[in-house]
Structures are given as structure tokens and as C-alpha cells.
């Protein structure tokens, strides 16, 4: 687990420089807090913030991710104004709670930035509970939300905006699945919201000061998930994450009794750690984040081991309600989320060769480059739906091997496309006009895997025919295309065998 966290591969260092970012752009806000005389709880919330407008703004662009910071007061200070208003409303408060969970999960049908709104909306409540906001604190905090924003938006659009220089690949958009109830954002918001009324009753029950807790892990525990199947393992290696987390915060934030310079470096080194493990390890990240609360709380003169143990407890009752939620509230199988996803990149893997072909065609204009980098985003989403089938304890021993060997397939695809665009970029490569045509049967391979029926009679031909058109041998510079259409027709085996049936997983 270690080693998949900060040692797992980092191409051009992006996973670096988001953390190092992070780190800079949230330490630049709080510090303007406590110069302008902020409140330690005005400069938490400015943190806060600050935190998600750099961790939760993804779209594919620096314009639409500058557009999205901008909204971000937009959706959470009417929030944190209704929070603080019915802070002495214990009913009113919860229902509007639940209801800012429901619109906040319901809202990721708009794409990356309803999702951003979204989480953004659901933490400044949360945010709210954590630091007893009331109507009179609002001008402080508020001032704080939009001073720690412009100080990260100052950090992520002007200082260090390395994303200016990359690629700009397509937004991938999760898979929407009909309409109405059939459509996966709106099940996931009737379910987040039936989790989060069992968390908030049962962590009602455990603590009525710290009954938040349970709300917040039920909501991340469903965000960036599409499948009860994933939905399942977030929970545990959340209540992982934690556990670790609050027995590291008994031997590092409880001794420091909130002592303010190692309190500040160890939060410091935690935000690094959430970000710089948020893509390869949700279970460091939740450690890092344990430790950054406790430091927080014990700077708030207020933690003790009790409340260390009371946070895994709630966490226990938050996992819990997400997973009855899953398993009993319009499930969502995890095949039907994987079919999606591995169709999407089976046709992006088509789009990066059309691309390629194009461009070795002589379309100046053509740039397979983009769908590269489109392709490397929805791996990493196929990796997450398939997770569920080959975690370690999964019980289902042919169906892990075959999703291990599902994803072994895609990645040589992902490197054999990015192979190829390296060629088709090549001005001596694009007049051979061999390459254009094994661009047309890796087309044909893909169109194959997408199309084709699942079963019956008609499946073969349609495989033989692409296999047919593989009799030449290939010579060097055609070794990426051979290769992938190899990987291709290899996938046609475990997809069939892993296409849902009617009751799937």
C-alpha cells in the first residue's frame, strides 16, 4: 500500500506538482487570513476552501476550471448563510442537510463542474457543523471563503499553471444511463441521501456534538463512484484510512497539544500527502486527511484519544450507510458501470487511431495528442470500476482474473496508441501509406468489440474478419499498430465473458 502511494509511476511529475501546488496556493490563504486579523476558525474555513478549489475543480480546460472557481462562492455561501441561520433549527438543519446531499451528488449530471459545485456546497455545511457557525460569524467567513479563493485561483491560474502547457483532452463526462430513475446520477442521489439519514441518525446517537462526521464519510464515501461494487470498497478503505489515521493522530497530534510551528508543518506535509495520493490510494489519502483533522482539532483545544475514536466510530456508521444504500436502494451493478466505461475507451482507442490516420494522411490539423490524454482519464475510471473485482478479498476468483485481464489488455492498447501518435507526429513516417491502412483495421478491431453481440452465432465472424486482415508481417515501424490490433482481438475473449447478465453483480 505504501509503495502504491509515493512510489507508483508519476509521468512528468504531474502528481508532484499538484501537491507542491496545493501546498503553496493553501498556505498562501491561510496566511492572508491571519495577516487581514482573521479568526483561527475564519482562516479553517478560508483553508477549506482554498483546499477544495484546487482539489475538486477538474475540468479539461484552464478557462472552464477558471469559470468553475468563480462559481464555487456562488454555490456555497448561500450554504454556509442557511447552515448558520438554522444552527439552533436541529430538524430544520438536518433536513437541509440531507437536501444539500441529495442536489450535491444529483448535481454530478452536469459533468466536472456540477460535481465540483457539488462537493463544494455539501463541505461549507459540513464546514458549517465543524466550526458552530453562526448568523453573526458570516461576514468573517465569508470574507475568508473569497480571500482564500482569489489567493488559490492567484497560486493555480498565475504562478503555476503548468496545465497550460499540456494537452487538452476532451471532458469525460461519467456514464448517465437513461433518464429519470434509470439515469445513475439520479439512483446515486436517492441513495446518498437515504446513507446520509441512517449516518446522521445513528451518529446522532454516538455523539450529538460530533454527529457530522457520520454524514461526512457517507458522502465521500459515494463520490467518484458509479457502482455499488465500487461504492463497497471506497467504504472499507475509507474506515481504513481513518483507522490508521486516528492511531497515527495518538502519537503525533495529541502530544503537540495544537503547539502552532509543528502543528502548522505537520498539516502542511498532510495536505501534500492528500494530494499527492488522492490518484493512486484512497486509503493514504484518508490517513493524511485524519491526521490534518486531528492537527486541526488540537489546535481548537479540543482533542483528546476519545475523540479520535469516536471519529473511526463515525466513520463506521457513515461506510455502513453507504453500503445499505448500495446493496438495497436502486442498486447500480458494477458490470453495468464497467461495460460503459471499457466501451469508452475501447472508442476513444478508435478516435486515437483515426487521429493517427488522419494526421499520417497529411491533415495538418489533425492531433491525436488530446484523445491520448483523454484516453489516460478514462483508464483510470475503467481501473476504478473494475476495482471491486480485483481487490484482494473479492470472493469471485474467475471473474478477478478475467478483469485483471481486461485491464492488462487496455493498457497495452494505452501504450500502443501513444506509440503511434509519437509516429503519425514523425514527417518521414506519414508518407507510408501501410500505416494509414492498419489504422483502418484497428477502426474495424474496435468496431468489432463494440458492436458485436455479446453472444450467438454472429460473434465470429466478425472477430475472424479482423484476424483475417493480420496475415502481412509486420515490419518495425508497424509494430504499434500490429500490436494493437493484437490487444484488441485478444479482448474480445474476457469482455464477452464479463458482459452483465440480467441480475449482474
Not at 456562488?74 to 438554522?86: I, K, N, S
Not at 489516460?376 to 476468483?397: F, T, Y
Request: glycine share 8%.
Amino acid at each position: 500500500m505504501l509503495k502504491r502511494a509515493f512510489v507508483a509511476p508519476d509521468p512528468g511529475r504531474m502528481r508532484l506538482r499538484f501537491a507542491s501546488r496545493a501546498v503553496l496556493g493553501i498556505g498562501l490563504a491561510v496566511a492572508l487570513c491571519g495577516l487581514t486579523g482573521h479568526s483561527l476558525a475564519a482562516a479553517i474555513t478560508g483553508g477549506l476552501a482554498a483546499l477544495l478549489a484546487l482539489f475538486t475543480v477538474t475540468d479539461a480546460t484552464v478557462r472552464d476550471q477558471a469559470l468553475t472557481t468563480a462559481l464555487l462562492p456562488v454555490a456555497g455561501l448561500p450554504v454556509l448563510a442557511l447552515a448558520a441561520v438554522l444552527h439552533d433549527l436541529p430538524l430544520a438543519r438536518d433536513l437541509a442537510f440531507l437536501a444539500v446531499v441529495g442536489a450535491g451528488v444529483y448535481a454530478r449530471r452536469w459533468g466536472p463542474r456540477g460535481h465540483s459545485l457539488g462537493v463544494f456546497a455539501f463541505m461549507i455545511f459540513f464546514a458549517a457543523q465543524f466550526l458552530h457557525a453562526v448568523p453573526g460569524r458570516l461576514p468573517e467567513l465569508y470574507a475568508a471563503v473569497l480571500l482564500s479563493l482569489v489567493a488559490a485561483s492567484a497560486v493555480r491560474f498565475g504562478a503555476w499553471c503548468y496545465e497550460r502547457r499540456l494537452p487538452v483532452p476532451a471532458a469525460v463526462a461519467p456514464p448517465t444511463g437513461g433518464r429519470r430513475l434509470a439515469r445513475i446520477t439520479t439512483r446515486q442521489a436517492v441513495q446518498a441521501t437515504a446513507a446520509a439519514a441512517f449516518a446522521l441518525a445513528v451518529g446522532q446517537v454516538l455523539s450529538d456534538q460530533r454527529w457530522y462526521w457520520a454524514v461526512g464519510a457517507t458522502w465521500w464515501v459515494f463520490v467518484n463512484t458509479a457502482s455499488r461494487g465500487e461504492t463497497l470498497v471506497r467504504g472499507f478503505r475509507r474506515f481504513l484510512g481513518t483507522s490508521l489515521g486516528a492511531v497515527l493522530g495518538l502519537f503525533v497530534a495529541v502530544p503537540l497539544h495544537g503547539q502552532p510551528v509543528p502543528t502548522a508543518v505537520i498539516v502542511a506535509l498532510s495536505v501534500f500527502g492528500i494530494f499527492y495520493s488522492a490518484a493512486v490510494s484512497y486509503t493514504w489519502m484518508m490517513l493524511a486527511v485524519t491526521v490534518m483533522a486531528s492537527m486541526l482539532y488540537g489546535l481548537l483545544g479540543v482533542l483528546d484519544p476519545a475523540l479520535l475514536a469516536l471519529r473511526a466510530g463515525e466513520t463506521v456508521v457513515g461506510a455502513l450507510g453507504a453500503v445499505f444504500a448500495v446493496l438495497l436502494i436502486l442498486p447500480v451493478t458494477t458490470h453495468a458501470v464497467t461495460d460503459a466505461w471499457v466501451e469508452r475507451a475501447l472508442r476513444c482507442v478508435r478516435a486515437c487511431t483515426a487521429e493517427s490516420a488522419a494526421r499520417l494522411a497529411g491533415d495538418a490539423a489533425a492531433d491525436p495528442a488530446p484523445r491520448v490524454a483523454e484516453l489516460e482519464s478514462i483508464l483510470g475510471r475503467v481501473r476504478l470500476s473494475l476495482a471491486p473485482l480485483v481487490h484482494p478479498l473479492s470472493p469471485l476468483a474467475a471473474r478477478r482474473g478475467r478483469a485483471r485481464h481486461v485491464l492488462a489488455l487496455l493498457d497495452d492498447c494505452a501504450r500502443e496508441v501513444r506509440g503511434l501518435a509519437s509516429v503519425a507526429a514523425d514527417p518521414v513516417a506519414s508518407h507510408d501509406a501501410r500505416l494509414a491502412a492498419a489504422c483502418a483495421r484497428v477502426e474495424t478491431a474496435v468496431e468489432a468489440l463494440t458492436e458485436a453481440p455479446t453472444t450467438g452465432p454472429r460473434a465470429q465472424p466478425r472477430t475472424a474478419t479482423v484476424a483475417a486482415a493480420r496475415t502481412d508481417v509486420p515490419e518495425p515501424h508497424l509494430a504499434h499498430l500490429h500490436a494493437l490490433e493484437q490487444a484488441l482481438l485478444e479482448l474480445a475473449v474476457p469482455l464477452r465473458r464479463t458482459r452483465p447478465a440480467p441480475t449482474g453483480a
